[in-house]
């Protein structure tokens, strides 16, 4: 009795990771119509997020005084100093 708790456990472990795998319709056949289109250029419906995520210069939306920030999404902003992040302007390019 003490052996099939543990196996139970296995199996449902196993069963739970055979299932991660991609998604039954994004599967493409090699010789569709859609790979010879020109598929190698990937359109995004949202701009490229920054990948740079280094403290800099930020100017607040609400006009107070430029702070140091590390962006965190979007105009957000959190100061280095501590607070609520802040919406803003990056000085950088």
């Known amino acids: 009795m003490k052996s099939i708790v ?4 296995v199996i449902l472990a ?3 990771c055979a299932s ?8 493409r ?3 569709s119509a859609r790979d010879s ?3 190698s250029t990937a359109v995004s419906a949202y701009p490229a997020q920054d990948q740079n995520t ?12 430029p702070v140091i920030g590390i962006p965190i999404g979007g105009d957000l902003y959190l ?10 302007v990056g000085t950088s390019p």
Request: glycine share 24%; charged share 5%; aromatic share 0%.
């Open 6 to 9: 543990p196996a139970g456990i």
């Open 14 to 16: 196993l069963g739970g």
């Open 20 to 27: 991660l795998g991609p998604l039954p319709g994004s599967a």
């Open 29 to 31: 056949s090699p010789g």
């Open 37 to 39: 289109a020109g598929s």
């Open 54 to 65: 280094s403290p800099r210069l930020i100017i607040p939306a609400d006009g107070s005084a």
């Open 79 to 88: 100061p280095v100093t501590g607070g609520p992040p802040v919406t803003a």
